[in-house]
């Protein structure tokens, strides 16, 4: 095919690398990454050229580094890569001043790493996503990554699209996922730590109608990184599941989640709290840990409640039924 024939429309372009045309268009005028070549009717043709030059831009941004920085360094690459080709000194690819450009999202004073998990969803690169998070949780352990990259960066990815006419769902949604993704692959991620022996396991649940498990999952996966059985319920727990569960496991800790204050429940809390099993004499009853923020600032009364997900590790680590 000829060279015509063989670019392709900016529509194409931005599908193969997840943004959109505007992005496209901002690119070209901001940075001069746009095609080398456009039709009569100045419809912009990408190259394989220059369809390369904006990869390696995703690449670089997805490492956190800055848009104007990485479309530099793009450029750059590619010019380098033609004197190699051509023996010849190469030439910027449109010759267009380039200007900075502030971040995608508004992550403000966070972790690099949080910059480029941005912004690879925001070009809806799972490959990325999942190499970056993987790579994080077995380097650094879970809970830290998990409250200095993964909660900044859903935060950041909610309120863009939050305040932006573009209401990207898809994006949340999918970051969301790949997180999933991580915090159930930690015992691959990270070695273990011995499990705790004759110690029952904490349930962990969503309360009737809640469908946010994320958080419950991080708990789930830093338990199990501290050796501390669990199970497991996840989103929308019915009240009579919820029940029937705590009396054929006997948990040493039973962990309602509520992310939203219509979710909370305070009467299946203390039906929970007031269940026991056990021989007579030797009754034994599990800790309800009323956890999220559909719970309130204060704790139920009788309850116990903790501010973080360390607080919770740590209390859950020691727990024995009562």
């Known amino acids: 095919m000829d060279d015509a024939a063989a670019a392709l429309t900016s529509g194409a372009v931005a599908r193969r690398l997840g943004v959109s045309p505007t992005t496209l268009r901002s690119w070209d005028r ?4 746009g095609p080398a070549a456009r039709t009569q009717g100045r419809h912009r043709r990408w190259t394989p050229e220059d369809i390369a030059v904006l990869e ?13 920085e990485a479309a530099r360094l793009a450029a750059d690459g590619s010019r380098a890569a033609s004197e190699e080709t051509t023996g010849e000194p190469g030439a910027p690819a449109t010759g267009r001043r380039r200007r900075d450009a502030s971040t995608v999202l508004p992550l403000g004073d966070v972790r690099q ?3 480029g998990l941005a912004r690879a969803a ?17 380097e650094h352990g879970l809970v830290p990554v998990w409250e200095e990259v993964m909660v900044p960066t ?6 863009k699209w939050e305040l932006s006419d573009d209401r990207y769902v898809e994006v949340e949604h999918l970051l969301s996922w790949h997180i999933s993704t991580t915090l159930r692959s930690v015992p691959l991620l990270r070695p273990r730590t011995a499990p705790l022996l004759d110690t029952p396991p904490v349930l962990l649940a969503c309360m009737p109608d809640e469908q946010h498990t994320l958080p419950l999952e991080a708990l789930n996966a830093a338990l199990g990184e501290n050796g501390v059985p669990t199970r497991m ?3 929308a727990v019915p009240p009579e599941a919820l029940v029937a569960a705590v009396r054929r496991i006997g948990p040493s800790a039973v962990v309602l989640w509520s992310q939203a204050r219509s979710t909370a429940g305070e009467a299946l809390a203390r ?6 099993w056990g021989p007579a004499g030797a009754r034994r009853r599990a800790l309800v840990l009323p956890s999220g923020p559909g719970w309130g600032r204060s704790a139920l009364t009788g309850f116990t409640r ?3 997900l360390r607080d919770a590790i740590t209390l859950l680590s020691a727990a024995r039924p009562r």
Do not use: F, K, N
Not at 154 to 159: E, F
Not at 271 to 276: F, L, Q, T
């Open 30 to 33: 901001r940075y001069g990454l």
């Open 56 to 68: 390696h831009m995703c690449r670089l941004t997805a490492s956190g580094i800055p848009p104007g």
């Open 113 to 115: 790493e949080c910059r």
């Open 122 to 138: 925001v070009r809806l690169d799972a490959q990325e996503m999942q190499s970056r998070l993987d790579s994080l949780v077995g």
């Open 154 to 159: 859903l935060r950041a990815v909610g309120r």
């Open 233 to 235: 319920l996840g989103a």
């Open 271 to 276: 039906r929970v709290a007031a269940m026991e």
């Open 306 to 308: 903790c501010g973080s």
